[in-house]
């Protein structure tokens, strides 16, 4: 294994295997055709033809809009033709423009391939022998990735929560991080990823995050996500990242992210500016 072969896990996406999704006249995902002819079942909501889905809606207006939508996802748990919703919304938007569109669950955002925004955390601490980082280990009740390692904290990005809002919900709730320290972060820059799953397309962008702790600081997780914590060198976190499938995909990317931006992984690296260029992939019409 090596970084790279994390960076090309998570982008996978065949544009040619989904059709475009339109609100507004304007691309805001990819639905694949098996899914799309449910859709044809709600001819009120949506206009499926050969080479892409519209939403159409007689109501003008974001909000009117996904309000029928969240009818018709309600529908679809009870048909078993989604599992369940989670109560989160994501905003459906062109990337160019981030004026919202289209409210979407976050349960059901990957069957529309709308772009999704996350926030992701590096917590690391300065010692006599280097820099050590934060680790967590995710519960084995997870519905993703049980048990697998993950950032200190990290979290999607729900409609109407700011960005400053979010992260301190998510740095309290997964490492027990309190408001004084995390509003120190720093914001670092944002990567992404196209990735197809069975669940659909995910072109998912995160926002990064690095906040330096004091030595004596130890996280507690408050909502049962992350069953341990560990404070690694940051050698061995390379290691790991590098040698094993021990973290949850995604994080693998962004502590990717980090030993670039330390100097863990320079120039001389033979696969340094694949990494860098495969943190920012191109997303055609979408942004």
């Known amino acids: 294994m090596g970084f790279l072969d994390h960076v090309v896990a998570c982008n996978t996406h065949d544009a040619d295997a989904f059709l475009p999704f339109r609100v507004d006249q304007r691309l805001v995902g990819r639905v694949r055709p098996a ?3 449910y859709l044809e079942d709600w001819p009120e909501l949506f206009r499926v033809g050969e080479h892409q889905v519209e939403l159409v809606c007689r109501e003008p207006g974001m909000e009117a809009r996904s309000r029928r939508l969240a009818r018709v996802l309600d529908e679809m748990v009870l048909q078993g033709l989604l599992s369940h919703l989670h109560g989160e919304q994501y905003a459906a938007v062109t990337g160019r423009e981030l004026q919202p569109l289209l409210l979407v669950d976050r349960a059901a955002a990957p069957r529309f391939g709308i772009r999704a925004f996350g926030q992701h955390l590096n917590g690391y601490v300065r010692t006599g022998s280097g820099l050590s980082m934060w680790v967590g280990r995710r519960a084995e009740d997870r519905l993703h990735y049980p048990g697998c390692l993950d950032n200190l904290a990290a979290g999607g990005l729900p409609y109407g929560i700011s ?21 120190r972060a720093v ?3 944002a990567i992404g990823y196209q990735r197809d799953t069975e669940a ?16 004596s600081f130890r996280p507690a997780c408050m909502d049962g996500e992350v069953q341990a914590f560990y404070l690694m060198p940051v050698e061995e976190v390379m290691e790991r990242v590098r040698d094993t499938q021990e973290f949850k995909l995604n994080c693998n990317l ?10 863990y992984i320079g120039p ?7 990494l860098v260029a495969g943190l920012h992939p191109g997303m055609p019409e979408l942004i």
Do not use: M
């Not at 960005?163 to 509003?183: F, H, M, Q, T, Y």
């Not at 659909?200 to 030595?215: I, R, V």
């Not at 001389?268 to 694949?274: I, Q, V």
């Open 35 to 37: 899914f799309a002819r």
């Open 163 to 183: 960005l400053a809002e979010n992260l301190a919900k998510e740095c309290w709730e997964e490492a027990g991080i309190p408001a004084e320290l995390s509003r």
């Open 187 to 189: 914001p670092v820059g």
């Open 200 to 215: 659909g397309f995910k072109p998912d962008t995160l926002y990064c995050y690095d906040l330096e702790l004091p030595q």
């Open 254 to 263: 962004v502590i990717i992210d980090f030993l670039i931006r330390h100097g």
């Open 268 to 274: 001389e690296n033979e696969e340094y500016l694949s």
